[in-house]
């Protein structure tokens, strides 16, 4: 491939030149993707070729598909030949013009920031890069756009730059290293590159910048090299930040050669920052692509939570390079097995870059939860999901296809056994290395290596229907007395009602590796062994311990399986006691005891009541992920009865009085040899605290506002000082500005001058928190602006998101949306969060104007349609939330006395 692109129009001419294989029956159609170029069709030529010989064919005639039939929408340009043609091989050239994009961030587009000189002149800096997955590829050159076309990639790219512009500071990069040094002369780089290993088109990827590198060499353990490099802006405070991506990265890919057991299948492995990106990374093999605040971190001023977020979000993108690039899903229905893989094995290359984070203790909280949160609905979808449009499958990268996907890989290894499933990824990959695959491939390598049931029965009922179950877990110690035989029931979980064609083949019930812990009367806790209780088995399953006479069972140990778990009322009781007293000790067992309850209480199968009373502990509880769970559930249960000023002042008095402990303890400055946990915990208790008191005299209140005084008059020199409580500085004062909304103008200016975007989007959270819809009005009018910062759709997210102003939100969504949809229209993930906007509501009124709205916006929803179909799902269960639950948890709010907790 050859693309000419000219730097001051943005337009750019290529030719295409694809050798194909045919096989099968005799043709006269050569069909290739293609949408929204020019294609010069007389020029279009078609040959064959054996050998060393080529022929050229005859062409009857060239079209675009729908040009014949309007209804086809698979973005194909067909090329005729006179004569049909038997199977072998044949090489068809395409010249084409197309147009660099100026306004969305997908297909060959353009990016900026804005560099600033010390005589207080700005000026604009532009790049171009690329973003092809899933289906943009075909907008930006003629190809076969599918997953399973692999090919081989010669590209060839020149940029003619307009006068004025030094050509010296900018170079090219792609995926291959280049094939000889790039020729610099008369305002024309020219760069041609190596040929590709197979790929598929979704991770061709060039760009081209004026940024500068840092790099590195990984050596293999065979003494072969790596080269690395990172590509940022060349200003000083930007190359400081590229050093971390730096240091963990070979630590990452050493890892995961010893995962996989197969070497980094490339000689290089570039990775570059840009100003402006879709999502938070693209894993273009070879090439990734990141938005910022995903690969820089700044040692002196970035917080701790971003530079666990730079070391996941590398993590999962270099997973990608062995699964996903190496061994690639056949079709995008199983998607799953690129981002769900890749969001498992992070884990891993996390924590082999930081081994005392403990970051696997994060797993179920931050995957397993999340999953859950969503699949529980019944607008969710199987893993495993047709999908036949390209809107439908921009839909798909969503929390199932990354969260569940990594849950159901986590559960797989956790099931099978390290060993046993690393033996059986290696057959996976071995076989399918620089091919494709299907997810019944992956279990039917790994089922050989397991021994046990069948992996391949086991999964298929994870993937292809959707939700999970909970497992009631009874217990009988009077039978035989002294011993204790468990009985096992599975039932599907759902918040909500089921739709009317709501069906699966393996009706709703699952292959279940039931773990347990358990305490004997009078004695310890131990871990009982995994046992199955299968699909296909009776209505329940017993187990019998024998000479164990049980106080308590605690299924799931651990978290390591995709279930609920359900007790009969004294176990519960029982669990309530073993929390407050501490014997239930795994600050997993802990969260996930806590999440099944409120689970189970949502659906009315445990007391609503009883699940908040399980909360009473929580001013004792010192682990982040345990408490961080705990506050979740409350906040979300008082969220539930905001509407009552009674329950929800209780409510804030109740979240005031867990944290104090917490907040009295530590200190607000950051300790470089503290555990990952500590700035978790300093950040969200102080935060939360600051917000539940209420009272703009209260001692950490008043410091938080003196902190934000201090930085608002020296940000460059202060931020260092208050890095790992940024959020909750800024959040406070906004919380307790004054009259004039003297905090916010100041917080406004601050934004505007900053160029680091993770320091924007909390910036913009916090603005959103202001009680002044006056103010927020004018935020979301300046968000539209060209030079609005961390992107349009922020703005107004976050004032639903963070602040509670859902009306306000709901209204300039409406106003506004047809900007919005030319902007977002065609990305999956920015559409999502604007269509998420109204799923607050909780009435039979506002669930009908919302339906209505979105059905006025078929031709403009795009990507987007899949979420509203949630949306109204979440507001459903709302309304039912707030008809089952909204009394008792009132009361309970209401009744509580503070001086007993």
Not at 281 to 291: D, F, P, Q, V
Not at 400 to 417: A, D
Not at 505 to 526: C, L, R
Not at 659 to 674: F, G, H, Q
Request: contains cysteine; charged residues 25%.
């Amino acid at each position: 491939m050859t693309l000419n692109i000219n730097w001051g129009t943005m337009n750019y001419t290529g030719v295409q030149e694809v050798t194909m294989e045919v096989t099968g029956d005799d043709t006269k159609y050569f069909l290739i993707h293609t949408s929204g170029l020019v294609i010069d069709k007389t020029a279009t030529t078609l040959h064959k070729v054996v050998g060393d010989v080529v022929t050229d064919l005859d062409i009857k005639r060239t079209f675009m598909d729908t040009e014949k039939k309007p209804e086809l929408r698979h973005d194909f340009y067909v090329v005729e030949s006179t004569d049909a043609v038997p199977a072998g091989t044949y090489k068809m050239i395409i010249f084409f013009a197309g147009q660099v994009q100026t306004e969305k961030l997908t297909g060959i587009y353009r990016s900026k920031y804005i560099r600033k000189y010390q005589d207080d002149t700005e000026v604009p800096i532009y790049q171009i890069s690329t973003d092809f997955e899933p289906v943009d590829a075909r907008t930006a050159f003629p190809c076969f756009d599918e997953p399973a076309q692999k090919a081989n990639w010669t590209t060839s790219i020149k940029v003619t730059f307009p006068p004025g512009i030094d050509i010296n500071e900018y170079n090219i990069l792609s995926n291959m290293p280049l094939k000889e040094a790039p020729t610099k002369d008369n305002q024309i780089i020219s760069a041609k590159f190596k040929e590709s290993v197979p790929m598929s088109t979704y991770l061709v990827c060039f760009a081209v910048s004026d940024f500068i590198f840092k790099e590195a060499v990984h050596t293999r353990a065979d003494g072969s090299t790596v080269l690395m490099r990172v590509h940022a802006r060349r200003e000083p405070e930007f190359q400081a930040s590229a050093s971390y991506a730096l240091k963990v990265t070979p630590a990452i890919i050493k890892e995961y050669e010893k995962f996989y057991k197969v070497n980094y299948p490339l000689e290089k492995l570039d990775q570059i920052a840009l100003p402006e990106f879709n999502s938070g990374a693209m894993e273009n093999w070879g090439l990734i692509t990141y938005r910022e605040s995903s690969l820089l971190y700044n040692p002196v001023t970035s917080s701790t939570a971003e530079k666990q977020r730079v070391c996941s979000v590398i993590a999962h993108e270099v997973a990608h390079q062995w699964f996903g690039n190496l061994v690639t899903m056949a079709w995008w229905n199983d998607l799953w097995l690129n981002e769900g893989f890749a969001s498992f094995v992070e884990y891993y290359g996390i924590d082999a870059a930081e081994p005392t984070w403990n970051i696997l203790d994060f797993f179920y909280p931050d995957e397993v939860t999340t999953a859950m949160n969503f699949d529980s609905s019944p607008s969710s979808h199987p893993i495993s999901v047709q999908v036949s449009s390209p809107e439908e499958l921009s839909g798909l990268f969503d929390t199932i296809s990354y969260r569940k996907g990594s849950s159901i890989n986590w559960m797989m290894q956790k099931f099978m056994g390290d060993e046993n499933f690393a033996t059986g990824l290696e057959n996976y990959i071995a076989t399918n290395k620089y091919g494709n695959a299907y997810m019944v491939d992956l279990f039917d390598a790994l089922n050989p290596a397991y021994g046990g049931v069948n992996v391949t029965k086991v999964m298929l009922t994870w993937t292809l229907q959707m939700g999970f179950p909970y497992v009631t877990a009874a217990l009988d110690t009077t039978t035989t007395p002294g011993s204790t035989i468990i009985t096992l029931e599975q039932n599907r979980f759902l918040v909500g009602d089921a739709k009317e064609d709501d069906n699966s083949e393996f009706g709703y019930k699952w292959h279940i590796p039931f773990s347990y812990v358990y305490k004997v009367k009078d004695g310890a806790v131990e871990t009982g062994v995994t046992h199955w209780l299968m699909a296909d088995d009776e209505s329940s399953k017993t187990i019998t311990l024998e000479s164990k006479e049980l106080e308590w069972i605690k299924g799931n140990a651990d978290g390591n399986f995709y279930y609920l778990s359900n007790y009969e009322e004294a176990t519960w009781t029982a669990l309530a006691s073993a929390l407050q007293n501490g014997e239930l000790t795994s600050a997993t067992d802990k969260t996930s005891l806590v999440y099944d309850v409120f689970r189970l209480a949502e659906t009315a199968k445990v007391d609503y009541k009883k699940a908040l009373d399980m909360t009473k502990y929580a001013k004792a509880e010192s682990e982040y992920v345990v408490l961080s769970r705990i506050l979740s559930e409350v906040l979300t249960a008082g969220d539930g009865v905001k509407s009552d000023e009674a329950a929800y002042t209780e409510l804030w008095k109740y979240v005031a009085a867990m944290l104090k402990p917490r907040v009295v303890e530590m200190t607000w400055d950051s300790n470089e040899n503290e555990p990952i946990t500590s700035p978790k915990m300093r950040d969200m208790a102080l935060r939360n605290y600051c917000r539940a008191v209420k009272d703009k005299s209260d001692a950490y209140v008043v410091e938080a506002l003196n902190k934000f005084t201090e930085f608002a008059k020296d940000p460059a020199g202060k931020k260092s000082g208050i890095k790992d409580v940024f959020t909750t500085v800024m959040r406070t004062a906004i919380i307790y500005d004054d009259t004039e909304n003297t905090n916010w103008h100041k917080m406004w200016k601050l934004l505007q001058d900053s160029d680091w975007e993770a320091d924007q989007r909390i910036y913009i959270a916090a603005l959103a928190r202001s009680s002044n819809t006056t103010v927020l009005r004018q935020m979301i009018e300046d968000s539209f602006s060209e030079d609005a910062k961390a992107g349009t759709w922020r703005y107004l997210y976050y004032v639903s998101y963070h602040g509670d102003n859902y009306d306000l939100a709901w209204e300039l969504l409406q106003s506004r949306w047809d900007e919005y949809a030319v902007q977002y229209n065609t990305t999956s993930f920015t559409m999502g969060y604007l269509v998420q906007i109204p799923e607050v509501f909780d009435t039979q009124e506002m669930y009908d104007e919302v339906k209505k709205f979105f059905d006025g916006k078929e031709s403009n929803i795009g990507t987007g349609k899949k979420t509203v179909e949630e949306t109204l799902a979440k507001i459903k269960s709302n309304i039912k939330w707030k008809k089952e639950h909204f009394e008792s948890v009132k009361t309970w709010f209401t009744d509580l006395s503070l001086g007993s907790k």
